[in-house]
């Protein structure tokens, strides 16, 4: 059988993964729309977090496998279409991810100043389509509308002294930008309340001892939060009393000399605030703050909904980031696409109605989860395919000419598909320009770059 996977990420790979290792005979192509695999563990996984990175080994084993094929630069839905793919392979599976963002949808949104999540990460990431950016960090103060491990990642970044940041792949350009920030606030906003937070302690805790930055919690926020907690799961009750805990804790005062210099830098969690609009400068092009409704549970534990009291409240900042979560889009007309929850509709990783396609990952459940749970969704989808394949679902007694026909298609579109070992010289060449500076890697940002590396 002939398999091919649409998407790099951690949910091609494991779905890639999953397939050679439980099928002797299969052969399966990993397409990817850039010059270079990996997906989010390089283009979302924060700079400082270099262990989650790792599993790009186990990624490059399998695309170094004899019976795996990495054909990168080529975008599917516009240089091959997936009818096309399917003539050319017994299954296809798509795995590509989200590659947009949940608007806020309220008025203000797009003033200078207004950044989605998304793109603020891929600009200190080195995600091409990001790199012309250039936030504005002239503020003092920052607001991120989310408490998701994203937006944590997000003001430990804004945060972080410069020394930490400069052992990291952080690309050298944000480095520079981060370098002249003005920024010395963080608030962290949700609409729910303390028990509701989307981030993990791991992260939690990471913020708390980030060093020259100090949490401002409300201690008001968490009282008779104790019992509340009491029919919690145990990472929920272990993440709140590490909040309470640190609600409490008196601010260590600065000693000696340090107590004339400059206050530290400071973050924030604030609750049951829905922004309601982004408050223009007069210049009507900056933002300037955002008008918050004040909000009452209706409720309790995760299904908790926030209700607006009637109560607004306006806060200061001249940079706003939006992380309200990532958005999946329809690749191809010829696959189902429900828009509503942006996700391709599936039964285990079946897409309906479109038999030998198959979906894994964000684009399959939503964005939700981290690699390990993209792990197991990813294993899921492998699983359905591969008892489709023992139960003669899928008919693989036409042979398939797999890349071979999708070469052709590619050729006569002039696409030049970039190889696996390609990308191991434009990654070489990372590794040894990072060496230079001391970091482990300089990502190169320019798709055209790359190319000219591998004299493409």
């Known amino acids: 059988p002939r398999v091919c996977v649409v998407g790099s990420g951690p949910a091609g790979f494991y779905t890639a993964q999953h397939i050679l290792k439980h099928h002797d005979g299969a052969l399966v192509d990993i397409y990817e729309k850039l010059p270079i695999p990996f997906g989010l563990v390089r283009f979302g996984v924060a700079p400082d977090h270099p262990e989650v990175k790792n599993v790009t080994n186990t990624f490059t084993q399998t695309a170094r496998s004899g019976r795996c094929g990495f054909y990168g630069n080529v975008t599917v839905g516009r240089d091959v279409t997936v009818p096309e793919l399917q003539r050319a392979y017994h299954a296809v599976v798509l795995s590509y991810g989200a590659e947009d963002n949940r608007v806020l949808g309220i008025p203000g949104e797009n003033l200078h100043g207004v950044y989605s999540a998304r793109a603020f990460v891929g600009w200190y990431n080195g995600l ?129 000399a340090a107590a004339g210099a400059a206050a530290p830098r400071e973050w924030g969690l604030k609750f049951q605030r829905s922004p309601q609009a982004v408050l223009p400068c007069a210049d009507g092009r900056r933002a300037r703050g955002v008008r918050m409704a004040l909000t009452r549970l209706e409720g309790s534990g995760d299904s908790a909904k926030a209700v607006p009291t009637g109560d607004v409240e306006e806060l200061e900042c001249g940079l706003v980031l939006s992380s309200i979560g990532y958005r999946s889009l329809p690749l191809d007309p010829a696959v189902p696409f429900d828009s509503q929850r942006g996700v391709i509709p599936n039964s285990s990783g079946r897409v309906q109605g479109v038999p030998g396609l198959y979906c894994s990952g964000w684009v399959k459940r939503g964005p939700t989860g981290v690699i390990i749970t993209t792990m197991n969704d990813s294993f899921d989808t ?72 591998i004299g493409h």
Not at 164 to 176: E, F, H, M, N, V
Not at 188 to 209: C, D, H, S, W, Y
Not at 243 to 251: D, F, G, S
């Open 128 to 256: 091409p389509e990001n790199q012309d950016l250039k936030p504005d960090l002239s503020c003092e103060t920052a607001l991120i509308l989310g408490q998701g491990n994203v937006a944590l990642d997000i003001a430990r970044i804004l945060l972080s002294p410069l020394q930490l940041l400069r052992k990291t792949d952080i690309t050298d350009s944000s480095l520079a930008a981060l370098a002249c920030s003005k920024v010395k606030r963080v608030w962290l906003v949700g609409r729910r309340g303390p028990l509701q937070v989307a981030f993990t302690i791991k992260e939690l805790r990471e913020m708390i001892n980030l060093p020259g930055a100090r949490a401002v919690l409300d201690p008001a926020d968490f009282t008779g939060l104790e019992s509340a907690v009491k029919d919690a799961s145990r990472p929920r009750k272990r993440l709140t009393e590490l909040m309470i805990k640190t609600a409490l804790e008196k601010p260590v005062e600065m000693q000696g």
């Open 382 to 453: 492998a699983q359905s395919l591969l008892e489709d394949l023992q139960g003669g679902v899928l008919d693989i007694s036409p042979s398939r000419e797999g890349f071979g026909l999708v070469e052709s298609i590619l050729h006569s579109r002039g696409v030049r598909p970039v190889s696996f070992s390609d990308w191991e010289k434009i990654d070489a060449a990372e590794v040894a320009r990072g060496k230079a500076a001391g970091k482990p890697r300089e990502k190169i940002v320019d798709p055209a770059e790359m190319l000219r590396i």
